[in-house]
């Protein structure tokens, strides 16, 4: 054990002659520790909320999207479908026919996308998942759908509610006069299951199946929108995609779920940033009760100081004894605030102390670069106090 580390334990844990410096020592010390504490439950609520939003993703969006560069449709020829399944790292994929459409129930209108797919949709993404009623579509029946719950509130809509179908219409393609009596391609569906989601999600789709869209906009054989894959490996996605722009060409884009969805990714790695930025900013104002703490400390110290000097300790060494002294304040404080942080965390897994709703706890997910970032910045912080406290020491200071 080094000689400043001793004497730098021995301030620290040993109650001075002074009750002032033992209270600010004591209101330096509970600043680390609620600092550290807040910076930490903060960190895994968003991780839990990034979390969470990224699983209601997972319902709306494959992860990876293939769609046409010119024009909203194109043939899915045998070429795309050979490089699709020679590719290893796609576990399968859908075709998609997506366009908007008028709905229409009982007077009540409302404009959102029709999206016709496969039957092996459910393995593409987990929509079969955000089901909050009803079930996923009936390949035994043919004008069945899917709608969000968001255009099942603005329309009113029921699930199998038989003498009240669902109506979709789709303008018909041309130029010149329009018959505004006979202006829609029409079909009438009945809704078989409500989906959840975030609020876009929801507002969005009308799912019904592939040849109902197919004969709905009287598309030919192979004439898709969209095709959408799930991967092997979801981290994969950027890799795929890059070789799948690759050999496709020019003529297709291929997105990952993060491009298809690139503003929501930006707002919450932003609110994370944000978030910790400030919490920051309020742990290095806690820091300054460190280094008053530190300098008090100094100052009852003197006489000791002096004594040490003169038996031949550097200024260096009585430097370095403030500096370890401070940054052991911050680091037992940082270690209690930790361990309170991970036991509330745990918490609010286990039991949802906090409530978003009756059914939902607030998402919170325990990640140990939560606990590394949050031991960077005290341990570093708490360095940079230590050194500004230190920095009164100079011979002339001892020697007064």
Same mark, same amino acid.
């Given at each position: 054990m080094s000689f400043s580390y001793y004497i730098a334990k021995r301030y620290l844990f040993t109650k001075t002659s002074n009750n002032a410096i033992n209270i600010i020592t004591i209101i330096a010390s509970f600043g680390v520790i609620v600092g550290s504490l807040a910076l930490f439950i903060i960190l895994s609520g968003f991780s839990g909320l990034r979390t969470f939003s990224y699983s209601l993703l997972d319902a709306s969006d494959p992860d990876i999207k293939i769609t046409s560069v010119k024009g909203k449709s194109y043939f899915f020829t045998q070429d795309l479908e050979q490089i699709l399944q020679n590719n290893l790292a796609i576990k399968a994929y859908s075709k998609i026919i997506e366009e908007r459409v008028f709905l229409e129930q009982n007077d009540k209108n409302e404009i959102a996308y029709i999206k016709g797919v496969e039957s092996n949709y459910p393995a593409i993404t987990q929509i079969d998942s955000s089901l909050s009623s009803g079930g996923w579509l009936n390949t035994n029946y043919f004008n069945t759908a899917v709608v969000g719950r968001a255009i099942a509130t603005k329309l009113s809509l029921g699930v199998r509610s038989y003498t009240e179908p669902l109506n979709i219409m789709v303008p018909k393609p041309g130029t010149g006069f329009i018959n505004p009596t006979n202006a829609f391609y029409e079909t009438s569906v009945q809704v078989v299951g409500l989906y959840t989601g975030t609020q876009d999600f929801e %507002?969005?789709?009308?799912?019904?199946?592939?040849?109902?869209?197919? /004969? =709905?906009?009287?598309?030919?054989? @192979?004439?898709?929108?969209?095709? /959408?894959?799930? =991967? $092997?490996?979801?981290? !994969?996605? !950027? &890799?795929?995609? !890059?070789?799948?722009?690759?050999?496709?060409?020019?003529?297709?884009?291929?997105?990952?779920?993060?491009?298809?969805? /690139? *503003?929501?990714?930006?707002? &919450? @790695?932003? /609110? @994370?940033?944000? %978030?910790?930025?400030?919490?920051?900013? +309020?742990?290095? +104002?806690?820091?300054?009760?460190?280094?008053?703490?530190?300098? $008090? $400390? &100094?100052? !009852?110290?003197?006489?000791?100081?002096?004594?040490?000097? %003169?038996?031949?300790? %550097? *200024?260096?060494? +009585?430097?370095?004894?403030?500096?370890?002294?401070g940054f052991l304040l911050t680091f037992f404080g940082m270690l209690i605030g930790l361990i309170l942080g991970v036991i509330l965390v745990f918490l609010q897994i286990e039991f949802g102390l906090f409530m978003i709703t009756e059914s939902l706890p607030y998402p919170v997910e325990f990640q140990f670069s939560n606990l590394l970032i949050v031991i960077f910045t005290i341990t570093i912080l708490g360095y940079i106090a230590s050194k500004i406290a230190s920095s009164r020491i100079n011979k002339e200071f001892i020697e007064k």
């Open positions: %507002s969005k789709y009308v799912f019904v199946d592939f040849n109902l869209a197919q /004969e =709905l906009l009287r598309f030919k054989d @192979n004439q898709i929108t969209a095709i /959408e894959l799930k =991967l $092997m490996n979801g981290k !994969d996605a !950027d &890799i795929v995609a !890059d070789n799948l722009q690759t050999t496709f060409g020019k003529e297709y884009k291929v997105q990952t779920k993060e491009q298809l969805n /690139e *503003v929501f990714y930006k707002v &919450i @790695n932003t /609110e @994370n940033f944000v %978030s910790y930025l400030i919490f920051t900013l +309020i742990i290095i +104002i806690a820091l300054f009760n460190v280094i008053g703490a530190i300098i $008090m $400390m &100094i100052i !009852d110290k003197r006489a000791n100081l002096k004594t040490l000097f %003169s038996l031949g300790t %550097s *200024v260096k060494e +009585i430097k370095k004894i403030f500096v370890l002294q």
